[in-house]
């Protein structure tokens, strides 16, 4: 992961070097699937930025060099091949995230979710579930899936921070430094809810408590769900006030959780 | 107006407020004169700060504690998920707006834009530029130094309102039907335009293109003799040299 961190860095920051091309002699129906293979990857760039033209122009291209690069990429993890790629196909990246409806809200800049997209893509394809994407198609559309879930992941963000003060937030979602401490987090949440459950009467109060903390809901909203258990929203708000009355008098959980 | 008197949860005015005022208010259901009777009563206001921590606690602990991570549910969305994996997500879903909205959002990322959006990824705004000035200037910053290709060709500066273009075309080194096209664009004070492309056409057929680097540099090599086109695709416009011979 560091490497391709350097890799975002690398590609972001002036070089003062400049790309060059030149302009291809061969026709690309003349050029097999081992020829593609075996090319140099200065060559392969110069094609896929020529297809790659070609596609923004509404042209027919050719994908198979854009393949071969990704494949280099991901299976061969080949750094300078995915360097291009991220060059080649930023511009399509974040036009993807600016069509989102959350980005406008976000708060965050384009730049971030598309090297967000472009990590995500990175972790999320080894070289073994490789060979599952048959071409540039299946592979760019899963790009733009994983830009979707950047953005999907800064909206749960945003709702944390509209559910929580700040200070909350950070307690509740700091970053975990290792997997062990995540997943030692995720058992004392479940050994939580486990043990608060065990304090719960009946099907109202573990709907009450389900609602109004797990899925952020207010009573009302509660109510509108679950007419069949409640009659009225002042039901809702009597079972919560008991469930929050015991839990609030229960001496065991103030020490255990420190509440 | 408020009666002051002692009742037994301590709460100093009248008529006192209940657990119910207390934890609609901090659902955010406040009128003024529960809001006025925190403000006048600690006691109340302690026992609304007492519910307020439980209610914190329990939502800093449990708020989507139940939800697949983004990476599960485009694997969902995928099918891409083993069979148990599916089905409790599938489960979740039926219970969750939150995700069920999330899924629709990539759903419609997979469905609605296509893979290939030509429409609309490609700039509408054409920017037609014009020649200011023609002769020898400074070498285009960020060009290689030492070339041993070309001999010193035409340079060009094209411009159109805060638009400019530096542009060196030379004769390649023992090839002398073919050309290097140099360019330097800068955009006022716009941010870089690095993994843009500039593409040399000869009407709609593309003959070379090039990445435009963090310094606005770029290079075509190759590029035959002819009447051609400079086609430099920005984030926003596309820029051209009609008309420039090679």
């Given at each position: 992961m560091q490497a391709i961190s350097a890799t975002f860095q690398a590609s972001t920051q002036p070089t003062g070097t400049i790309r060059r091309t030149r302009a291809l002699a061969v026709p690309n129906q003349a050029i097999d699937a081992t020829e593609i293979e075996r090319m140099s990857l200065t060559i392969l760039e110069r094609h896929c930025a020529i297809e790659g033209e070609r596609f923004y122009r509404g042209q027919p291209h050719d994908t198979r060099f854009g393949?071969?690069?990704?494949?280099?990429?991901?299976?061969?993890?080949d750094e300078i091949a995915w360097e291009y790629i991220f060059n080649q196909y930023r511009g399509l990246v974040e036009s993807w995230v600016r069509r989102s409806g959350a980005f406008a809200s976000s708060g965050e800049t384009s730049e971030f979710f598309v090297v967000s997209a472009f990590t995500r893509f990175w972790q999320a394809i080894s070289a073994e579930r490789f060979a599952s994407f048959a071409s540039l198609a299946a592979l760019l559309h899963y790009l733009q899936l994983c830009a979707s879930c950047v953005v999907i992941d800064s909206v749960r963000a945003q709702s944390w921070a509209e559910m929580m003060p700040e200070e909350a937030i950070v307690f509740a979602r700091s970053p975990y430094s290792s997997p062990d401490e995540e997943a030692m987090e995720r058992v004392n949440r479940t050994e939580f809810w486990e043990y608060i459950n065990a304090l719960l009467n009946d099907e109202a109060e573990r709907v009450v408590l389900f609602n109004s903390f797990v899925m952020g809901m207010k009573p009302g909203d509660i109510y509108a769900r679950?007419?069949?258990?409640?009659?009225?929203?002042?039901?809702?708000?009597?079972?919560?006030?008991?469930?929050?009355?015991?839990?609030?008098?229960?001496?065991?959980?103030?020490?255990?959780?420190?509440? | 107006m408020f009666v002051h008197h002692q009742n037994p949860s301590g709460c100093t005015l009248t008529p006192p407020l209940d657990d119910l005022?207390?934890?609609?208010?901090?659902?955010?259901?406040?009128?003024?004169n529960v809001r006025a009777h925190l403000q006048a009563c600690s006691s109340c206001a302690r026992r609304a700060n007492d519910l307020a921590i439980i209610q914190q606690t329990l939502q800093q602990r449990f708020y989507r504690m139940f939800c697949p991570s983004s990476e599960d549910l485009l694997a969902f969305q995928q099918r891409m998920i083993n069979p148990d994996r599916y089905i409790s997500i599938a489960n979740h879903l039926h219970d969750c707006q939150h995700c069920t909205n999330e899924l629709r959002m990539l759903e419609q990322a997979a469905t609605n834009t296509g893979i290939f959006p030509s429409i609309g990824i490609f700039p509408t705004n054409r920017i037609a530029l014009r020649l200011e000035k023609q002769g020898l200037f400074p070498a285009i910053s960020g060009a290689p130094s030492n070339r041993s290709y070309g001999s010193l060709g035409d340079q060009y500066i094209y411009r159109a309102d805060r638009i400019r273009l530096m542009l060196s075309i030379e004769r390649t080194f023992g090839r002398p039907s073919r050309s290097i096209v140099t360019g330097k664009l800068s955009v006022g004070n716009a941010r870089n335009q690095h993994g843009m492309t500039a593409s040399i056409l000869s009407g709609e057929h593309i003959l070379g293109c090039s990445l435009i680097d963090t310094l606005g540099c770029f290079t075509i090599e190759d590029v035959p003799s002819g009447n051609l086109t400079l086609s430099l695709r920005l984030r926003?416009?596309?820029?051209?040299?009609?008309?420039l011979r090679v």
């Open positions: 393949y071969e690069l990704f494949r280099r990429a991901l299976v061969e993890r679950r007419t069949d258990l409640f009659s009225s929203v002042n039901d809702v708000y009597n079972v919560k006030r008991n469930v929050l009355g015991r839990l609030s008098r229960n001496q065991d959980l103030r020490q255990q959780f420190d509440i | 005022d207390l934890i609609a208010a901090l659902d955010g259901v406040i009128d003024v926003d416009y596309e820029v051209v040299v009609d008309s």
